[in-house]
């Protein structure tokens, strides 16, 4: 059983930044690639960012892309994504995933979620 806790979220203003991570545990947490998605209210969910197993490819929507950074702290079961220049459109509730195959490059809809934290970009 996987759980995937995240935090950081929270109020900026327009061109702040935050850092959201997530704590995961209940797999060998190396060897899946991990992800971020968000949804905002009346919206469908939507890609972020991911990246590999092995750290060496990530991924990032067409809307955050040079403003948002994905990593991941093997050794202490951590992804995180870095958030700068933040925009309104920005805000939404944010999720970890986590893939359930093991070894790919990126995360798709059969992964497993947290609980979500709510990132508001307003002035």
């Known amino acids: 059983q996987v759980q995937l806790v995240e935090s950081g979220g929270g109020l900026v203003q327009p061109g702040g930044s935050l850092r959201l991570t997530c704590a995961a545990s209940g797999r060998t947490f190396s060897v899946y690639a991990m992800g971020w998605f968000r949804q905002a209210p009346k919206r469908e969910r939507e890609f972020v960012a991911s990246?590999?197993?092995?750290?060496?490819?990530?991924h990032y929507g067409d809307s955050v892309k040079g403003r948002f950074t994905i990593s991941r702290d093997n050794p202490n079961n951590l992804v995180s994504l870095q958030m700068n220049n933040l925009k309104p459109e920005d805000t939404a509730v944010y999720y970890c995933?986590?893939?359930?195959?093991?070894?790919?490059?990126?995360?798709?809809?059969?992964?497993?979620w947290g609980q979500g934290t709510q990132v508001t970009v307003s002035s």
């Open positions: 990246i590999s197993w092995n750290s060496g490819v990530t």
């Open positions: 995933a986590q893939a359930t195959t093991r070894f790919t490059a990126t995360v798709t809809g059969d992964a497993d």
